[in-house]
């Protein structure tokens, strides 16, 4: 029955009782956003361009930047497309990143760090987003990776907004979800990454097999960040999205939406999954999940709990 629901469903998101939900794709190039058209996804929450060029020893150029960005705008023309600027180093070096030798590259110069220490390649890649947005007529949003503090936010805002584009940081690092409030007085939208702000909560590697059980997304430490940001998104009147791992899990999508998110982005291949279990709740039911699973202990408790609720 669930496998008929699933190809049943074709969109657009929503709970049963018609709360809208926008339900989005992670992609990370122009054929993985075409690809995506063939699945009910409505845009692209998390566009990774730092997977574009893994493989590059220099810079791309600016003009090879626009091609490339174009390509995904064209795809989801007219919808909405957020794309993250580099999130190079740790997991995904880039080597014309002059990524320094470091003892603890999870916490050291990666993200939104790399535009400090190497000093263009930021404003570079802004150029080409902005003149890929003007070549395709696209409104792009465009999000910094592991911001740490207000100031980088306001930082990132400026440049962004300095080329008529629309601002937002994730939220993938403990002290910017403290801190949602203030960052929100900076940027236009949040997005929060649940595989880093579970590893960063948890002091646990999210590549690490052996510590998958701190690092799961329904640890209740980590969803209590995810529900304060969440609330202060609901406060501000700002959008806050999820395009973490925790987006693509059905059941943990409905406590999300519970807590105020308005928007989940996963791989394309779980975007069916995800619209059609949500389908099947109403948004009070979604909320009394999200209150359940905050005064569980441990994950097993609020898998069980939010369970009970959704069914
Ligand atoms: C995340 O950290 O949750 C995220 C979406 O970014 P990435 O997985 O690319 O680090
Ligand atoms: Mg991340």
Redesign the pocket.
Known sequence: ADRARIAMWTGPGQTSDGHPIAILANVQDGAGARAARSTPAEGVG?F?TELCFLDRDTEPTVDEQIDIYSAVFEAYQGRKVVLRTL?AGSDKPLRFADHPDEHNPALGVRGIRIAAAAPGILERQLDAVAAAAERTGARPWVMA?MIATVAEAAAFAEQVRSRNLVPGVMI?VPSAALLADRVLTHVDFLSI?????AQYTMAADRMSPALASLTDAWQPAVLALVARTAEAGSVAGKPVGV???AAADPLLACVLVGMGVSSLSCAASAVASVGARLSAVTAAQCQDAAQAVLSTDDPPAARAAASRILG
């Open positions: 998390l990774r999130d990776p993938e990454g649940t595989n880093d702000l395009c973490g791992e």
